[in-house]
C-alpha cells in the first residue's frame, strides 16, 4: 500500500452508514514479524475494511499473502512493512460498506433440528414459528472461519440472539443449521459443536473439487428455503 494514497482522502466527508470516515477505535497489532490484526469498531467496518483491502491487493497498491475478515478484526498475514502499514491505517478512513452482492444463494433447509424447541422457548413463539421467521431472514455471511466453509452469517435481529449450548454436542453432523449469538451458520462437516441446532440442509458447503472451494464468502447474501415438513 501506498505510504502516500493511504485508505482515503482523510479531508472527506463520512459516507452513508457512518462506515467511512476516520476509523475511531482502530488498532492495528503486530503479529509475529510479518502480520497485522486491525481491530475496529464493528462488523461492518470490519467488512468494509475487508473489502478496500481487497481491492486495494488487486489493483497492486498493496503487497499482502492473506486478508481474513473476522467478527470485528482484519487479519493481514505476509507484509513486508507491517510497522509501515500500521502507521497508515491509523491516519486512514474507510469508504462506504460495500453494497450487498446480488447473487444470493438460497439454500434448502428441514428445520428439523434438535433444539428448536428450545429456541422456542427463547424466542417466545412456537416451534412452527422459528423456522418461519429464521426463513423469512435475508442473511449476509459476514465472516468465514472454524472449518473451511464454515461462514458466519448475520441478519437476525438482535433480539433472537440466543446463547450457545451449556455443554457442546461431541458430535455435530454436516448440514446442520445453527445458531449462536447473532450468528447463523451451517456445519460444512461432522463435528464437535456448542451451536444450537435448528435444522439441517444438504447444500454443499465445502467441495476441494469445485472453483471456489466454499460455497459461501464474506458478504454472499444467503437465504433458506423450508421444503417438507420437519
Sequence with gaps: MSGTSGMGDTSGTSGAGGTSG???????????DDALLVEVASGEQAQALHTELL????????????????ARTVLLDGL????????????SELPPAPPPSQEVIELTVRYDGPDVADIAALWGVSEEAVGRIHAATEFRVAFCG????????????????????????????????????????????????????????????????RVPAALLSPGTRVRFVPVGGP
Design 55 to 70: 481491492r486495494r491487493r488487486a489493483e497492486g497498491t498493496l503487497a499482502v499473502r492473506e486478508i481474513v475478515p473476522a
Design 146 to 209: 472454524f472449518a473451511p466453509g464454515f461462514g458466519y452469517l448475520t441478519g437476525l435481529p438482535a433480539r433472537y440472539e440466543v446463547p450457545r449450548r451449556a455443554t457442546p454436542r461431541t458430535s455435530v453432523p454436516a448440514g446442520a443449521v445453527a445458531l449462536a449469538g447473532p450468528y447463523t451458520g451451517v456445519y460444512p462437516r461432522s463435528s464437535p459443536g456448542g451451536w444450537q441446532l435448528i435444522g439441517t440442509t444438504g447444500a454443499v458447503l465445502w467441495d476441494h473439487t
Design 80 to 91: 513486508a512493512d507491517p510497522a509501515r502499514l500500521a502507521s497508515e491505517l491509523a491516519a
Design 22 to 32: 476516520a476509523v475511531r477505535g482502530m488498532r492495528a497489532l503486530p503479529v509475529g
